[in-house]
């Protein structure tokens, strides 16, 4: 039986979210080692985190969150979800930005509370709709392509001379 779109939407956002929650972990340990432990600045350390978080989370969604979605093929994929996680770091280092130049709050807790915590946030959301829009279409999209079936017929076995 097939899914109501209701399921299918509560079936990514769950799997959407354990991605999520596991590259959060490691976007939040990366940019506190960075910015606590290495000295980074804080915008720096939010950027190495993120590269590095967003690359897990590509290969988590598109190999188990969206594996369900068409392939438009990799170079097609990748260099939208690059572009919409940069987007998406902008919103985060908007957040943690607002905070430290506009607010003036400094420390660990400011960091983490606007950095990963409404910065992530916002962004997540973001990311979300955008990768279910452009990155991992649905098989009836048409910028899907269709590619043609090879040719299924049995060959004639070569004449024995």
Same mark, same amino acid.
């Given at each position: 039986?097939?899914?109501? /779109?209701?399921?299918v939407?509560?079936?990514?956002?769950?799997?959407?979210g354990?991605?999520?929650?596991?590259?959060?972990?490691?976007?939040?340990?990366?940019?506190? +080692?960075?910015?606590?432990?290495?000295?980074?600045? /804080?915008?720096?350390?939010? @950027?190495?985190?993120?590269?590095?978080?967003?690359?897990?989370?590509?290969?988590?969604?598109?190999?188990?969150?969206?594996?369900?979605?068409?392939?438009?093929?990799?170079?097609?994929?990748?260099? +939208?979800?690059?572009?919409?996680?940069?987007?998406?770091?902008?919103?985060?280092?908007a957040?943690?930005?607002?905070?430290?130049?506009?607010?003036? +709050?400094?420390?660990?807790?400011?960091?983490?509370?606007?950095?990963?915590?409404?910065?992530?946030?916002?962004? @997540?959301?973001?990311?979300?709709?955008?990768?279910?829009?452009?990155?991992?279409?649905? /098989?009836?999209?048409?910028?899907?392509?269709?590619?043609?079936?090879?040719?299924q017929?049995?060959?004639? /076995?070569?004449?024995?001379?």
């Amino acid at each position: 039986m097939a899914r109501s /779109p209701l399921q299918v939407l509560i079936h990514e956002v769950g799997k959407f979210g354990i991605v999520g929650a596991i590259c959060y972990a490691i976007d939040f340990a990366v940019s506190n +080692l960075c910015h606590t432990l290495l000295g980074m600045g /804080p915008l720096s350390a939010k @950027t190495v985190s993120t590269v590095i978080a967003a690359t897990c989370a590509y290969v988590g969604n598109r190999h188990w969150s969206f594996n369900h979605r068409a392939r438009t093929g990799i170079r097609r994929e990748y260099t +939208l979800f690059v572009i919409l996680n940069a987007i998406g770091l902008m919103i985060a280092l908007a957040c943690l930005g607002f905070a430290k130049y506009v607010l003036h +709050l400094e420390g660990v807790l400011a960091f983490n509370l606007f950095g990963n915590v409404l910065g992530t946030g916002l962004g @997540t959301i973001f990311r979300f709709w955008t990768y279910k829009k452009y990155v991992f279409l649905h /098989p009836d999209h048409p910028k899907v392509a269709v590619l043609p079936v090879k040719d299924q017929r049995i060959p004639e /076995p070569a004449a024995q001379a």
